[in-house]
């Protein structure tokens, strides 16, 4: 869906109309390096009427190699534009980890 965002966000939305139960969204911050436009997705998401969107921290090309960014999840989780819970993920591997996450971004 990271290569066709009109579909995604047509989708979501038809999904959202179709229920009362809350609807989330899980993604990645984009399909490649070249592409990591997660803030701009994640506000036409919200649009659609999601109730929260969850943030890999590694592009679709990535899959699980290298480490996760999570600088765009912060810089998502603090847009003025979001007003939607916005749950980060990737590389959290004890508490520790997760404590600095929720302080650092």
Known sequence: MLRNIPLMLEMTKAIVESTKLPVTVKTRLGWDEDSKNIVEIALQLQDTGIQAIT???????QLYKGNADWTLIGELKNHPGIHIPVIG???ITGPEIAASSFKNY
């Open 55 to 61: 943030i890999h921290g590694r592009t679709r090309n």
């Open 89 to 91: 993920n990737g590389d």
